[in-house]
């Protein structure tokens, strides 16, 4: 069969390092024109200089112009009672009273 040589493009967030990936769980773009194309679809942002996951580019949006909390819930387990609520942009949660280191989390 021989050997076949293919050029590929594998996009990464500049900020967490995450690999993007596109349709049908593609890592690999056949160009960047094609991954920029797929990727701003899902969120990402690039700039002649930068490349930021969607989940970078939420973050950086709630830490320009602050988060945007939902409503409180009221949250009884084992491990914690009291009240949370999370932005609805990045995820971000709030508790009263303070989750418990290590507790939670997702």
Do not use: K, N
Not at 37 to 46: P, Y
């Amino acid at each position: 069969m021989g050997w076949v040589e293919l050029a590929v493009v594998e996009v990464r967030c500049d900020v967490c390092g995450q690999v993007a990936v596109g349709d049908e769980d593609a890592r690999w773009f056949t160009d960047r024109a094609v991954a920029r194309d797929i990727l701003a679809g899902l969120g990402w942002m690039f700039t002649a200089d930068a490349v930021r996951c969607a989940d970078c580019v939420q973050a950086a949006a709630c830490a320009l112009v602050g988060h945007d909390p939902g409503e409180w819930v009221d949250r009884a387990y084992e491990w914690y009672v009291g009240r949370t609520r999370a932005c609805s942009a990045c995820g971000f949660v709030e508790a009263e009273p303070m989750l418990p280191v290590g507790a939670g989390g997702g």
